[in-house]
């Protein structure tokens, strides 16, 4: 009970000093940002490893990464389990960008990188509209090749929750035959979608092998889901949760 208090005590700890740190240095970036797209990214990069720092500090959480690293101009499909794995592929991934909720990109700070980083934001509503404006935004870019973040279910999922996989991941390979890289991780076992607590122990953000050009738009949403949960799974199996009854 004394160990769970004490945990507990440093993950608050964690948390408050994780947003001081996001507004502190995103208002002493922000100059600097709005200058340069490349300082935007080096700014979010220096968030990112300084937030996995703290938390290995704090709360003896510690991060193993598997697979190789995407880069170039890739689509990368991800396991969206909670905050952390976005901050993971900010500090790991070469040239990072997301598609996002649009409503994210009035949040103070985060919505001011979000755009420098050149985001492409997806309002909810009509699905037709959203998915226009989705292939739109990425079409859009500066044409420098980056990596885009796609989370295929569409929100923060938590360990043992199933979510249908949305056709958006899809619609984007298919349009740009670009190489899409799946993403597996289990890092909802230690910080959750929702509540202080951060358990301690070891977070693994698996990139897996990009799939092949050319498949139908079924044959890859099934294969992506499949590919995708499989791995979660095995993941948070071996930091001991079971994610199915």
């Avoid at 294969?223 to 079971?242: H, K, N, P, V, Y």
């Amino acid at each position: 009970m004394m160990a769970y208090l004490l945990q507990y005590i440093r993950s608050v700890l964690f948390i408050c000093l994780m947003y001081l740190w996001m507004a502190v240095l995103g208002l002493i970036g922000a100059p600097f940002a709005a200058m340069s797209r490349d300082k935007a990214f080096w700014i979010v990069k220096l968030y990112a490893r300084s937030v996995v720092w703290l938390l290995r500090v704090l709360c003896n959480i510690r991060i193993e990464v598997r697979g190789e690293i995407p880069e170039g101009d890739v689509i990368v499909v991800s396991k969206h389990q909670s905050f952390l794995d976005v901050i993971l592929h900010a500090m790991l991934v070469p040239r990072v960008n997301f598609i996002m909720k649009r409503e994210l990109l009035h949040v103070p700070v985060l919505g001011f990188y979000a755009k420098r980083l050149g985001v492409a934001p997806v309002r909810r509503g009509d699905k037709a509209k959203a998915m226009k404006k989705m292939v739109a935004d990425v079409q859009n870019g500066d044409g420098v090749p980056t990596q885009l973040i796609i989370y295929p279910q569409g929100t923060r999922v938590p360990p043992g929750v199933h979510k249908p996989y949305k056709v958006g991941a899809g619609v984007l390979y298919e349009k740009f035959g670009k190489p899409c890289v799946p993403a597996a991780t289990n890092v909802g076992v230690f910080w959750p979608k929702r509540g202080f607590y951060r358990k301690p122990g070891t977070v693994v953000m698996h990139y897996m092998p990009a799939m092949p050009a050319g498949l139908t738009l079924k044959q890859f949403m099934r294969q992506m889901e499949e590919t995708i949960e499989t791995e979660s799974d095995a993941l948070m199996r071996e930091a001991g949760f079971e994610p199915k009854a």
